[in-house]
């Protein structure tokens, strides 16, 4: 069992099934402070926990809160990361500066892999992965995440690399850096909203099991890294992709008449996808999230009893 960082302030039930080797989902912060409009984020921060919960195991809801790194939140803390205006987006490079300066902060994929791995937790939850930005020849625009991945042994359960970025390049980055990129029960990798990118999933697996087997063979090999486990959005939920392209086209040559970029760059687009889509696009949202928590607390059983 790895012992969890002296600077992580962990709530009981966590630090009590980490204790006991329990099943465990770490959960990222910044969907919630800067990735939906309230209440509906807060609502989906509960219902996450309360999903996985059900599937039995204990989420780990992560962030920074006065310059503390909290794994595991209480109800207020979710209200505080969903109303603040003051919660910063906090990727690995802003953690020292956050922390030292007692701040808040909303944690993304790759700051919350490395939080979780330092608490020892090996599955975690998200929406979408971060990856390579569309014109990322011209502005060198890779998210954190890509790296992160290479670095922290931890799973990272989502519905794909966000619809918003590049997928090929992202796939193409992954691969170089030896990433295992998984999908859950199909040929295909998917794109967030949509089932359907064009792309070929580079693994496929069918069971939680098989998850868990991989990520043991994984690092027992000493090959350090994460596993990117990629979980399509349910049939019924879905914005087809032909539907969902022509939206983002518009919303991407908005961000750029505005000259918006860097961290900036994703919620702005989320955002104004939402808008375009009169809420259809926060509704796929939410639902993917609830998929991949239901798949995530089945794989960290399954890795938990191994």
């Known amino acids: 069992m790895n012992t969890p960082h002296p600077d992580l302030e962990l709530t009981d039930e966590v630090a009590q099934a980490l204790a006991d080797g329990a099943p465990v989902v770490a959960l990222e912060s910044t969907i919630i402070s800067h990735g939906m409009p309230y209440p509906q984020n807060v609502e989906m921060a509960t219902e996450v926990e309360r999903i996985i919960r059900d599937g039995g195991a204990v989420p780990a809801t992560i962030a920074v809160l006065d310059g503390r790194p909290r794994v595991g939140l209480d109800q207020d803390a979710l209200e505080l990361l969903a109303t603040s205006p003051d919660v910063a ?16 902060g909303a944690t993304t994929v790759a700051s919350t892999m490395r939080l979780a791995a330092l608490a020892g937790i090996s599955v975690f939850v998200t929406g979408g992965l971060g990856g390579v930005h569309r014109g ?10 890509v790296t992160e991945l290479s670095l922290t042994d931890v799973a990272v359960v989502s519905a794909g690399v966000k619809s918003i970025l590049d997928i090929g390049l992202t796939l193409e980055a992954l691969e170089t850096l030896g990433v295992p ?26 069971t939680p099991a098989e998850f868990a087997a991989l990520m043991a063979a994984k690092w027992r090999l000493g090959l350090a890294g994460g596993v990117a486990i990629v979980n399509p959005i349910p049939v019924e939920d879905e914005i087809p992709a032909d539907e969902i392209g022509g939206i ?59």
């Not at 953690?95 to 701040?103: E, H, S, W």
């Not at 375009?276 to 939410?286: E, F, K, V, Y």
Request: charged share 25%; net charge negative; glycine share 8%.
């Open 89 to 104: 987006k906090v990727s690995v490079r802003d953690l020292p500066y956050v922390v030292a300066q007692g701040k808040h």
């Open 136 to 145: 990322a020849e011209r502005t060198y625009d890779v998210s954190a995440d």
């Open 181 to 206: 990129v998984v999908a859950n029960g199909t040929g295909e990798f998917p794109a967030f909203f949509s089932r359907s990118s064009g792309h070929e999933a580079p693994m496929r697996l069918d």
């Open 248 to 306: 983002i086209e518009q919303a991407l040559a908005e961000m750029d008449e505005k000259g918006i970029h860097g961290k900036e760059a994703t919620p702005f687009l989320l955002g104004r996808i939402v808008e375009i889509t009169q809420g259809a696009s926060l509704t796929a949202n939410i639902a993917l999230v609830n998929n991949n928590a239901r798949l995530g607390a089945q794989v960290a059983r399954e890795y938990a009893a191994l």
